[in-house]
């Protein structure tokens, strides 16, 4: 990866962490912690000030607190190939920058970049006192969030043909992403060299129609007590030992994990209690999509899925999606043009979500709802927004209605998070731009409207439909 600018020019910042045996010298004070991610990254060459390519890794292992006690070199070059180079001192004369020393005429820095929240290894072999000799640069992601302090998040299907192109179809296979290099380790270093903060991964299919995850309701976990809901290419993947959300998660350590949880949009809770529309004269229809929020059981049953999550995986925060009545004319519910009415029972939906803050106290709590207050009241979510610690407000397209529905919702509501969704797959409107443009012009709209940021549905698609294999890129483009 190219750095545009000479490691001397680098406004730096580090954090310190005791190990046994070293006591380091004073740590800068506008110091920060900082995390790395044990990992390989390549490098290009800084030679007197030009980058140029060179084949070079750089392998860190990483243990507790920070520094790491060492780095490991792979290289053509032979003064640095199989070097281990352990650490020394924090260079006061580098603002605070990580020395690591072992053979004559080299040494390695660790630099942290402030205005990208990305962490730079530069390293230089030294001719007398002359450090232009030879040089390297690799951008290694942190779990820092860019300085702004904005949710910068993604929703991911962990699917095949959604995120993922293929899964391991025996032991030991890797799978095959359709993102950045096609690894889930390239797609997570994307992740974070563009920013991304938050990740919302389904635990129930959320689609039937548009994703490749299987059918309303089934699980997209192993689930002990409901083994028979798990779909069924999820549950062969076990079999192999492979996760497909944990892969995600164990490679992208350093970014938060939310439970993106399609609520009442489930059929086998259906089952259970279906949601009605009456109409006069007309038999009463039963949905076999959405179940009922005021049924005690269909309560029971969400409650108790939710609580198998988070005792199973390492999520800081609940995404609580179709938290809501469905619309006439969604899923299976009869056509607006019908003369039957939705039920709704606006307050099993609010005790609902007062139960889920209940039990989950220490967890981030957000939901997607519809943009417009009209809205969420015919579908029974208005009152839901109260106990939320994020709302996001499913805007998808425009930048006019991010400034309208996201001032409005800030305005109410000034002690929450507002994140609005926003569209990653192209929209057949004349009114749009493509999905690049519109983008960009959403985020902008975000953070002119002041609002604590956004996120994207879903990274899979964007890169997909724009063809621009990594969100790297399109941050470039969109300023994301």
Same mark, same amino acid.
């Given at each position: 990866m190219r750095i545009k600018r000479a490691a001397a020019s680098l406004t730096v910042i580090t954090s310190v962490g005791a190990f046994s045996g070293f006591t380091p010298l004073a740590e800068p004070a506008h110091a920060q912690k900082a995390q790395l991610v044990s990992g390989t990254y390549h490098c290009d060459t800084v030679k007197r000030g030009v980058t140029v390519p060179y084949n070079l890794d750089v392998s860190l292992s990483v243990g507790p607190g920070? $520094?790491?006690k060492n780095i490991t070199v792979k290289s053509v070059d032979p003064d640095f190939n199989g070097k281990t180079f352990k650490f020394t001192s924090y260079d006061p004369q580098g603002a605070g920058t990580v020395v690591y020393d072992t053979i004559p005429k080299s040494a390695f820095s660790l630099l942290y970049l402030k205005e990208n929240g990305l962490v730079n290894l530069s390293y230089f072999y030294m001719s007398g006192t002359s450090r232009s000799v030879k040089g390297a640069v690799c951008q290694i992601a942190s779990s820092n969030p860019p300085a702004d302090g904005l949710v910068r998040g993604v929703f991911i299907r962990p699917c095949e043909g959604d995120f993922y192109k293929a899964f391991p179809k025996k032991k030991n296979d890797a799978a095959v992403t359709n993102a950045a290099d096609g690894?889930?380790?390239?797609a997570c270093k994307d992740l974070k060299d563009s920013?991304?903060?938050d990740v919302f991964l389904p635990f129930k299919v959320d689609d039937a129609t548009y994703s490749h995850c299987g059918q309303y309701?089934?699980?997209?976990y192993n689930s002990a007590q409901h083994a028979d809901r798990i779909n069924a290419k999820f549950k062969?993947?076990?079999?192999?030992d492979f996760d497909p959300i944990k892969a995600i998660m164990n490679a992208c350590q350093g970014l938060k994990f939310h439970a993106w949880f399609p609520t009442f949009e489930d059929s086998y809770a259906a089952q259970m209690a279906g949601q009605k529309a009456t109409a006069l004269l007309e038999p009463d229809f039963v949905s076999t999509i959405f179940a009922d929020p005021a049924n005690q059981l269909v309560q029971f049953y969400e409650l108790w899925l939710l609580d198998e999550i988070v005792k199973?995986? $390492?999520v800081v925060g609940i995404n609580l999606d179709y938290i809501r009545y469905a619309a006439k004319g969604e899923g299976d519910m009869p056509p607006s043009t019908s003369l039957y009415t939705?039920?709704?029972? $606006?307050?099993a939906v609010e005790n609902f979500v007062t139960a889920v803050r209940q039990r989950f106290p220490n967890l981030t709590l957000s939901a997607d709802v519809m943009a417009g207050k009209q809205r969420r009241t015919d579908v029974g979510q208005e009152g839901i927004l109260q106990y939320l610690n994020v709302i996001m407000p499913m805007i998808y397209t425009y930048s006019g209605d991010v400034t309208t529905y996201g001032g409005q919702l800030k305005g109410w509501y000034p002690n929450k998070k507002i994140v609005p969704d926003l569209r990653g797959w192209i929209l057949s409107d004349p009114a749009s731009n493509g999905v690049i443009t519109d983008l960009q012009s959403s985020v902008a709209a975000a953070k002119n409207a002041g609002l604590a940021g956004y996120?994207?549905?879903?990274?899979?698609?964007?890169?997909?439909q724009s063809t621009i294999p990594t969100l790297k890129s399109i941050k470039d483009k969109t300023r994301y």
């Open positions: 920070y $520094p790491p690894t889930v380790a390239g920013g991304v903060t309701g089934e699980l997209l062969a993947e076990y079999a192999l199973t995986y $390492p939705v039920q709704t029972n $606006p307050a996120a994207i549905f879903t990274y899979e698609s964007l890169i997909a």
